[in-house]
């Protein structure tokens, strides 16, 4: 059985700094792509960065320079390092890996504010 526990979510100030984890178990983490995503209020979730078991990263746009994904294969997580936050970051923070179907963690919140 697929278990995706994400943490490391919280409130921080407008250019602050928030590493996520998120803790997988139940399939070969180190074959497959994990990915995190992030659904604000009143919006559609949406793509925030990819890691390849090989460790190829794709980022979205607007968090490019700012966010890096990374992942742990002894530790089975995969990470994402998060600076220079916005108050447009603010969401809950999903990670999900495509093992077999897409499997999501139950999120994390993040939220950006003075």
């Known amino acids: 059985q697929v278990q995706l526990v994400e943490s490391g979510g919280g409130l921080v100030q407008p250019g602050g700094s928030l590493t996520l984890s998120c803790a997988a178990s139940?399939?070969?983490?180190?074959?497959?792509?994990m990915g995190w995503y992030r659904q604000a209020p009143g919006k559609e979730r949406e793509f925030v960065a990819r890691?390849?078991?090989?460790?190829?990263?794709n980022m979205e746009d607007s968090v490019k320079g700012r966010f890096s994904i990374s992942r742990d294969d002894a530790k089975n997580t995969v990470y994402l390092q998060m600076n220079s936050l916005k108050p447009d970051d603010t969401a809950v923070y999903y990670c999900?890996?495509?093992?077999?179907?897409?499997?999501w963690g139950q999120g994390t919140q993040v939220t950006v504010s003075s």
């Open positions: 999900n890996a495509l093992y077999k179907t897409l499997n």
């Open positions: 139940g399939f070969s983490f180190r074959f497959y792509v």
């Open positions: 890691i390849t078991g090989g460790g190829t990263t």
